[in-house]
């Protein structure tokens, strides 16, 4: 590549960056850290879920150096997406959604610091099917990215080489940088606009791993007195160890099946009772608000 094309690319990565820059917005977390956000659409911004704490004031610096405050409208800890209301920014920028992509294909990361534009750019590294989160949400793709973005990225756009959205950036184990795609931000949008909440499955049981010779499963530790599980006949000293046919593993493999598409369903559970095994039918309740 000449020297020319390659400052040509170089200054086309920057054009992207600084078109996208007036929908971006940042926010210092109750972790005394700066994070990100981006503006949805009708005057709502989104961000990382992990990164804002219920009941807390925040205030949203825009990409103007304007400082106001956004109303945490609500959370959805199974996708990672925050919904917050700033006030007077109707206005902003939004961002087109990008086509699907692939892996090799230009990624930017596009975030804010105080006003600040950020952007870093790489590439997308993997692209699979969809995936459930460790919190039972289901991830409409999987899409992680080969890009050095820093702690300041977090909740920010994710922008493929026409300048659109293909999602928001978020870190997941050992801070590998990965996407969480317009499809699901759109779908955790709409869930909190109008309920301010999206459900999760509820079982009413504490529970703890067993792994020996005889069973490989989830024992009930203790019952909450209302929760679905007592209600369907759960003991304490049970072991879990199907859900509706498929085995468990485990408490974090029952909480991962326990997402949003769960509450309400009713289960039939493989459970472990003094050495023998029953089926016991369980309807999934929905996870109080804390």
Known sequence: M???NLSAFSEAIADLAAEAAPATAS????????????HWRDGYF??????VETGEEIELTLASGETVKAELIGRDPSTGVALLKPAGAANAVSLAKADAVRPGNVAIAIGNSAGSALAVSGSVGEVGPAWRSMR???????INLAVGAGGRFEGGPVLDAKGALIGMLLFGPRRRALVMPYETIERAVATLREKGHVARGYLGAGLHPVRDRDAHGAMVMSLDDNGPAKAAGLHLGDIIVSWNGEAVHGPRDLIRRLGPDSAGATVTFGVLRQGEQRDVALAIGEKPLS
């Open 2 to 4: 000449s020297d020319f």
């Open 27 to 38: 926010f210092v977390t109750h972790h005394h850290r700066t994070a990100s956000a981006f």
């Open 46 to 51: 989104v961000t990382a879920e992990e990164a």
């Open 136 to 142: 039972g949400g289901t991830i409409d793709r999987r």
